[in-house]
């Protein structure tokens, strides 16, 4: 359909235009209007508003929530892994190694303190302070360990071959 | 969020400065009133930011836009409905196609073409002017009128031809 009478008209059409002054004239009312009506729910920029935790924590829900998951997933991986999970404890702590000791475990009167820092006496004996570098290694505790509850001293003492047989 | 907002916002600034001409002569070569075009212009663009606003989403901005100007062209005529098409273009003439024409003579050719697509029915007529005066194609035409792109092409094709008879033009 390229009728001579229709181009015409589009060339005709096409000298229908908006002067710059008038489309910059438009434009700036446009900018006000979308000023002054602005996108709903937008955060303003940080500096007009104060720190808001919801919406930090809003934003950050995720990564918090990752970050928890991995720290009770670890926890879990320890318990399970170590023979002995009291190793990781600070009551374990030799008395005499003070550079180690938490701030909280030097507070005698404190009731959290009593409860923990009292098994320190018990651990004191399998782990004296003069000692207290090498008793921290694990080939010593599993040694101390196999030696008292060791699963093959109970085998020996109750085998039943050693029963059975006449 | 924020980012999203200055997303739209510059893409709305962008649209005005693309579409903004285009989005003139639509209006104003129906309405025939410089001034009222450049107003309905306006109220084209704040009309579809308010609809951002309110959560529209606007997929085919050049569409949309395309959507209101018609919408607003339409509300036009129906609010001068006493005041008959014809009678429209005897006040205000051509001023609007007329004012940048370098000729007078085709000033004069255009301005009989112009009146013999007044008078074709509105679902001619509309098709017509958007493929011939707006340039869009005819995908672009069944997005704004809502209708398949093969029956604005048929629409197009039997109102050039109607216009051809009008202006008794052989082919």
Redesign the interface.
């Known amino acids: 359909m390229n009728d001579e009478f229709l181009s015409k008209l589009t060339q005709a059409a096409r000298q229908v235009k908006l002067d710059p002054s008038e489309k910059a004239r438009i434009g700036a009312k446009l900018g006000e209007f979308v000023k002054a009506n602005p996108i709903p729910n937008v955060i303003a920029p940080a500096s007009a508003e104060p720190f808001s935790g919801s919406q930090f924590f809003g934003q950050h829900f995720g990564m918090l929530a990752v970050a928890s998951f991995l720290i009770v997933v670890g926890a879990g991986i320890v318990s399970v892994t170590s023979d002995n999970p009291g190793v990781f404890s600070p009551v374990l702590t030799p008395a005499s190694d003070k550079a180690n000791q938490l701030p909280y475990s030097s507070t005698p009167n404190s009731p959290r303190d009593t409860s923990t820092v009292s098994p320190a006496s018990k651990v004191e004996p399998v782990n004296p302070p003069a000692e207290s570098s090498q008793a921290l290694t694990p080939t010593s505790t599993i040694g101390a360990t196999t030696t008292t509850d060791s699963p093959k001293a109970t085998t020996t003492t109750r085998s039943p071959s050693s029963n059975l047989l006449p | 969020?924020?980012s999203?907002?200055n997303n739209?916002?510059k893409e709305?600034?962008e649209a005005?400065?693309q579409y903004?001409?285009a989005l003139?002569?639509f209006i104003?070569?129906r309405i025939k009133d410089r001034e009222r075009a450049?107003d309905m212009?306006?109220d084209c663009?704040?009309r579809t930011?308010?609809a951002?606003?309110d959560g529209k989403e606007v997929e085919n901005m050049r569409a949309f836009l395309y959507k209101v100007a018609r919408n607003l062209v339409i509300d036009e005529y129906r609010s001068h409905k006493s005041v008959s098409l014809d009678a429209m273009t005897e006040e205000t003439g051509y001023e609007?196609?007329s004012?940048?024409?370098d000729n007078p003579s085709?000033?004069a050719?255009?301005g009989k073409?112009?009146e013999a697509?007044d008078k074709l029915p509105e679902e001619y007529r509309e098709v017509v002017s958007m493929r011939?005066?707006?340039?869009l194609m005819p995908v672009e035409i069944a997005e704004i009128v809502g209708e398949s792109a093969n029956a604005v092409s048929v629409r197009?094709?039997r109102g050039?031809v109607m216009?051809?008879e009008a202006?008794q033009?052989e082919?």
């Open positions: 969020m924020l999203e907002a739209k916002e709305f600034g005005y400065e903004s001409d003139f002569k104003a070569m450049k212009l306006q663009f704040t930011w308010q951002i606003v609007v196609a004012r940048s024409g085709i000033g050719e255009v073409i112009r697509l011939y005066i707006d340039e197009i094709n050039v216009l051809r202006l033009i082919k």
